[in-house]
C-alpha cells in the first residue's frame, strides 16, 4: 500500500493551496481518508477526514471553514484544499487511511497506512 501526498509549498498568509494524496495498492473506496498535520515542535493532530461513501467530511475547529476534504475514487485520491491559510497552519501535512468510523476517526491510531507527508509552510 502507498499513499503519496504532493501540492505542498511556500505560501504567503491568506493564501492558497491545495494537497492531493494518491492511493495504490488497496481498495481506495473502503477507506475513511484522513488528514493530519504536525507542526515544528508540535505533535500531529488531526485536520480533516472523509468517509468511505464521501458524504460526512469533519474538521478540527482550527481549520473549519477554511479547509475543505474531497475524494475522487475513481482517481484513487484525497484532497484538501487550504484557503485563507495562516501561519500557524505551518506544518508536514500526512494522509491516511482508515477503515474506523464514529469518534475514532479523529486518532491517529485508528489509521491503517501512511503517506510520507509534504511540507506546507506559510509565511507572514
Known amino acids: 500500500v502507498q499513499l503519496v501526498e504532493s501540492g505542498g509549498g511556500l505560501v504567503q498568509a491568506g493564501g492558497s493551496l491545495r494537497l492531493s494524496c494518491a492511493g495504490s495498492?488497496?481498495?481506495?473506496?473502503?477507506?475513511?481518508m484522513g488528514w493530519f498535520r504536525q507542526g515544528p515542535g508540535k505533535e500531529r493532530e488531526f485536520v480533516a477526514r472523509?468517509?468511505?461513501?464521501?458524504?460526512?467530511?469533519y474538521y478540527a475547529d482550527s481549520v473549519k471553514g477554511r479547509f475543505t476534504i474531497a475524494r475522487d475514487d475513481a482517481k484513487n485520491t484525497v484532497y484538501l484544499q487550504m484557503n485563507n491559510l495562516k501561519p500557524e497552519d505551518t506544518a508536514v501535512y500526512y494522509c491516511?487511511?482508515?477503515?474506523?468510523?464514529?469518534?475514532?476517526?479523529?486518532?491517529?491510531?485508528?489509521?491503517?497506512?501512511w503517506g510520507q507527508g509534504t511540507q506546507v509552510t506559510v509565511s507572514s
Open positions: 491516511a487511511a482508515s477503515t474506523s468510523s464514529g469518534s475514532g476517526v479523529l486518532n491517529s491510531s485508528n489509521y491503517n497506512y
Open positions: 472523509i468517509s468511505r461513501s464521501g458524504s460526512t467530511q
Open positions: 495498492g488497496l481498495t481506495f473506496g473502503g477507506y475513511g
